[in-house]
């Protein structure tokens, strides 16, 4: 048998497997009840063949409304700068999946043991506040996490979820279970209640705003509709909820994952996130920018977030906040409290 032939089999096996995977993942949802999304709802399985009765409650589900950039920032500043962290570790390394093996979940104790203090002491020199989203049980399973980075009385610490959970796949009882769970863990390890969320795929189930609105959130940070904040608009109706928007293009783990066919030079992403920045500064908007301790937090990476940070100090009128503050900010300016 040629090398070619079994490497040709492997593949299709591989590709056999996920399909069966993905067929049973979707018997268990629809046994769960997952609540049906419009799409579900359509009777014609062809995209071209919607109504566009439905084509429109599809889009309304969740929805940008108005623009919630204030005409200035704190102390008059022209431009929010605004990073934060996603503390998955583990999570994101099999816990998340089920799929347990040691030598990933080596890679994610690496956030908790070496990286995130390299971070935070980057964060606490250069004077920047910061927002870290924590999944859960990336803080059960090293709590002294929340001392590292609550000492400088700077920083914030938000919710990204129980176990980094594809929240899409929950129906909507189990997705409320968790996120209610994870905001009493947070509180019980960090003494403060979290007020800001971030959904763990950056997504949102049929239910998650709905969700996030009864908890009582101050703001949500998973969406991509705008460079700048806004405010949610949930079929048709406007929320009163701030979204502080995210971006792939302004996320580190994409860019920076040594497997992946999209992987960049940290340099050259340091010059893509100062093209961001200098865009922004000159509009007078918002940078926003999604790191991973596990990911940013190794040395050659962590050059490249020191260079963007001096390039932006280098700046006039910039305003370095934690995504509370920038919420309640943009809350005040438009008038929504």
């Not at 606490?124 to 049980?137: C, H, L």
């Not at 001392?147 to 594809?166: C, Y």
């Not at 040594?258 to 940078?287: C, L």
């Not at 910039?318 to 409290?337: C, I, N, P, S, Y």
């Amino acid at each position: 048998m040629s090398s070619h032939f079994v490497s040709r089999l492997a593949v299709t096996l591989r590709r056999a497997a996920s399909l069966m995977l993905a067929l049973a993942i979707s018997l268990a949802v629809a046994a769960c009840g997952v609540p049906d999304s419009p799409a579900q709802d359509q009777a014609s399985p062809e995209p071209w063949n919607w109504s566009e009765e439905f084509v429109r409650s599809a889009v309304d589900q969740v929805r940008a409304g108005r623009d919630l950039n204030p005409d200035s920032w704190p102390g008059g500043t022209r431009v929010a700068v605004l990073l934060s962290y996603d503390v998955d570790n583990e999570t994101v390394q099999g816990l998340r999946t089920g799929d347990i093996s040691i030598g990933p979940l080596s890679q994610g104790q690496y956030g908790s043991r070496v990286a995130l203090p390299r971070v935070v002491n980057l964060m606490n020199e250069r004077d920047v506040p910061s927002t870290f989203f924590f999944p859960a049980w990336s803080l059960k399973l090293a709590p002294e996490q929340a001392d590292l980075i609550q000492a400088s009385g700077m920083h914030e610490i938000a919710v990204h979820g129980w176990i980094h959970e594809l929240n899409t796949a929950l129906d909507g009882e189990t997705e409320e279970r968790l996120l209610r769970d994870a905001v009493d863990a947070i509180e019980e390890i960090t003494g403060t209640r979290p007020v800001g969320y971030r959904a763990p795929s950056w997504n949102h189930s049929p239910n998650t705003l709905r969700i996030v609105r009864d908890i009582g959130f101050l703001y949500e940070s998973s969406l991509m509709a705008d460079d700048r904040p806004y405010e949610l608009v949930q079929d048709g109706e406007a929320t009163g909820m701030v979204e502080l928007p995210v971006e792939w293009i302004l996320d580190d783990a994409p860019l920076f994952n040594p497997r992946g066919n999209s992987y960049m030079n940290p340099r050259d992403v340091m010059q893509v996130w100062i093209d961001e920045f200098d865009k922004a500064w000159e509009e007078g908007t918002m940078f926003l920018l999604t790191m991973h301790p596990h990911v940013i937090g190794h040395r050659s990476r962590i050059i490249a977030l020191e260079g963007l940070i001096e390039h932006m100090k280098s700046r006039d009128g910039v305003w370095f906040g934690t995504h509370e503050e920038a919420a309640l900010w943009v809350r005040q300016q438009a008038g929504m409290d």
